[in-house]
């Protein structure tokens, strides 16, 4: 099916306001989830995950499933890196990994027999193509033994790549195994920054992998950059955007760099005196965001940009983007099976999160079953806010009789105490509010995670916010 563009201005507008971002920063959650991840307990093991796939084939859920596969392998470590990863060059841990993984795949497989039409396949890392092209491959082949994957048009199977890992051969390769979008890590282009940060990566190498991407049909290119890194300042980030720009990138993600070192080791290498300030982070913001609306992107939401003809602006438009642990999706309410170390599922009512170890990861499955440390089950007000915080991160705005349609509830009275909260902001330009609708206005969709904490009853209770990247 062929979807028009959607016009530009149809698309909510974004607005930089200094003074606003400076007074409400602070620190707070992503939610690409809600509960959020620090949320999840011990006392949510395998059995609870088991009950949640038996209620879904009780009540014949015939929904389409999202897959992700944790690839957490890098040969070399990137010092901003908070993603879980295992940094070695001993590549036959690989092969030893993909066998395990696949045992994951059976009993994920078997557990979803008969509920098995997937829509939307994400690999991440660590380096997805850390796996050499028969190991790919085979993963590939093995999940389509158990899971039956939507014709090309309609899925949408994503890839993560460090352009330093594959060739032009590697990225058709990558698109006949299936891949219809690839994301591309490059952060920053200037060779200072690269260095602060240990990823040396030639611009030549990466824009030669996003021609081959064009030249393979891939249907989306996306590029991933952070702000806030060592030795960045407003005129390298100016010259990064003039080549990412150049590059014509259908999505593109600028990240801000969260500084947290006391949480994640490699990023106690980098030099505090490398660092830029809080008020060069705000002006290099600033600068990526007039930038990229200039040569017309479409802010999304949150680190998000995109071309007004990808599917994730017109999703947007449409009122049908969604959000979950990859970021902004066009997919909305896919359950999603995740596999391989640290990976985070969605179940029904539930989440569940592999363990973060080899070692744990192997044991587990040595025995069988599914290597579950923690999760979480719903009540009835976490799927609520839920709903709330995901139509907030989304579309900007909530139609309050919708929310009362849905849950058996009055919004006034059950929200008493965070509308006294909203009213507050709409004080001060963030939103607007009445008994009907509450949406945020373009100087407040920067602080989208400010206006969503509003309804997180979980923050109150802990746990230590530097744990948190700044909301902005």
């Known amino acids: ?46 059995r609870d995950y088991l009950q949640a796939v038996a209620g879904l084939r009780t009540r014949g859920s015939r929904k389409p499933l999202s897959l992700y596969m944790h690839i957490p392998f890098c040969d070399t470590v990137c010092y901003y890196c908070a993603c879980n990863k295992i940094v070695t060059k001993k590549t036959e841990k690989a092969a030893v990994y993909l066998s395990y993984l696949k045992r994951e795949i059976d009993i994920q497989g078997q557990l979803f027999a008969d509920m098995n039409q997937v829509e939307q396949l994400h690999l991440g890392g660590g380096t997805p193509t850390y796996f050499t092209d028969a190991q790919m491959g085979e993963l590939l ?16 199977y994503s890839i993560e790549v460090d352009p330093r890992t594959v060739t032009r051969e590697r990225v058709f390769t990558l698109r006949g195994q299936g891949f219809n979008r690839i994301s ?40 991933d950059l952070i702000y806030g890194l060592p030795k960045q300042n407003v005129i390298t980030m100016a010259q990064t955007l003039a080549k990412v720009i150049a590059a014509s990138p259908d999505r593109i993600a600028i990240y801000n760099y969260a500084h947290l070192p006391h949480v994640f080791k490699p990023q106690r290498r980098i030099l505090d005196a490398d660092m830029p300030s809080g008020e060069t982070k705000l002006d ?4 990526c965001i007039r930038r990229l609306t200039e040569a017309g992107y479409v802010y999304i939401g949150m680190d998000h940009f995109a071309r007004p003809t990808d599917d994730l602006a017109i999703a947007q438009a449409q009122g049908r983007l969604h959000r979950n642990f990859q970021g902004y999706s066009t997919h909305a309410e896919l359950d999603l099976v995740s596999c391989g170390v640290s990976a ?103 602080l989208i995670r400010n206006i969503c904490m509003v309804f997180d009853r979980y923050l109150s209770a802990g746990p230590d916010p530097l744990r948190y990247s700044k909301t902005i």
Not at 200 to 219: C, G, H, N, W
């Open 1 to 46: 099916m062929v979807v028009s563009a959607i016009p530009v201005s149809v698309v909510p507008s974004v607005e930089f306001d200094a003074a606003l971002i400076s007074t409400f920063r602070q620190q707070g959650p992503r939610y690409t989830s809600y509960p959020t991840a620090d949320r999840f307990t011990e006392s949510f093991r395998y």
């Open 141 to 156: 082949a093995h999940l389509r033994r158990w899971f039956k994957f939507a014709p090309d048009d309609i899925g949408e």
């Open 184 to 223: 591309l890590g490059v952060q920053d282009f200037d060779p200072d920054v690269q260095k602060a940060v240990n990823r040396m990566q030639p611009e030549s190498q990466t824009l030669a992998v996003i021609q081959a991407a064009r030249d393979a049909k891939f249907r989306s290119v996306s590029i």
């Open 284 to 287: 290099m913001l600033s600068l």
């Open 344 to 446: 985070i599922s969605s179940v029904a009512a539930t989440y569940s999160q592999n363990v973060k170890t080899l070692d744990a990861y192997y044991e587990h499955l040595d025995k069988h079953e599914l290597p579950i440390a923690r999760g979480i089950k719903l009540t009835m007000d976490d799927t609520l806010r839920r709903a709330i915080i995901q139509t907030l991160m989304c579309n900007f705005e909530m139609s309050i009789s919708a929310i009362e349609q849905a849950y058996p509830i009055t919004f006034a009275t059950y929200f008493a105490a965070e509308l006294a909260q909203l009213r507050m902001l709409a004080q001060d330009g963030l939103l607007t509010i009445d008994d009907a609708w509450c949406s945020v206005s373009p100087k407040g969709r920067l």
